[in-house]
């Protein structure tokens, strides 16, 4: 496939959604790296650890990479480096996504090998679930973009089907059904498998 005007550009969801967990990372205090969230067995140091790790990987992938070549976490941050460490991917993963052919080019994601446009917007997909992930456990989540999840509902449950889940490729629980009226967001979380409900005890 080659970028042509029919190419949807998807993105200015990732940047949305990176500029949400931009401003939710920055929120992190260090006693709050200890909290739970909604992701089974992580807490927020986990999944700041993961988001960074993420940056690095679409980077990689978006310049011909295999995903698998990149780690799906990192170590070594100090308690009070972790924004710094997301600034620092935010400009990598920004510029890696900046080519003119990048939305035409084949990605090799982990769901298999798509056009950029599509991996881009899974990606923006993921920003966008964990920082709901990290605005539950941060209590935060009141302040969250409904209209990106609007936005990014389509793709997901487009993407990622909803049989079979927990395989190494699909790393998803069940989908959590919601009414068909719920808020973008409570749609979006419950298809990946997140309780809508859950909140930090």
């Known amino acids: 496939m080659t970028e042509t005007q029919t190419v949807p550009d998807t993105r200015p969801l990732l940047s949305k959604a990176l500029d949400q967990v931009t401003w939710l990372i920055e929120a992190v205090e260090v006693a709050d790296l200890v909290r739970p969230t909604p992701c089974s067995e992580w807490s927020v140091r986990d999944l700041l650890s993961h988001l960074v790790a993420i940056d690095t990987r679409i980077a990689h992938v ?5 995903f698998a070549e990149v780690p799906t976490s990192v170590t070594g941050i100090a ?13 990598t993963v920004r510029n890696s996504v900046g080519g003119p052919d990048v939305l035409g080019r ?3 994601h982990p769901a298999g090998d798509m056009p950029g446009f599509q991996a881009i917007a899974i990606y923006a997909s993921e920003f966008a679930v964990h920082g709901w992930d990290l605005a539950r456990a941060l209590g935060r989540d009141a302040d969250l973009d409904e209209a990106l999840a609007a936005a990014l509902v389509g793709p997901i449950t487009g993407a990622l089907p909803a049989q079979p889940r927990n395989l190494p ?10 009414p ?5 967001y409570a749609r979006l979380v419950g298809w990946v498998g997140r309780d809508p409900q ?3 005890d």
């Open 106 to 108: 084949t990605w090799q």
């Open 198 to 200: 859950w909140r930090a």
């Open 169 to 178: 490729q699909i790393p998803f629980g069940p989908v959590v059904e919601v």
């Open 62 to 66: 978006a310049g011909g990479g295999h």
């Open 180 to 184: 068909a009226d719920a808020a973008p």
């Open 79 to 91: 308690d009070d480096g972790w924004a710094d460490a997301w600034r620092t991917g935010l400009v």
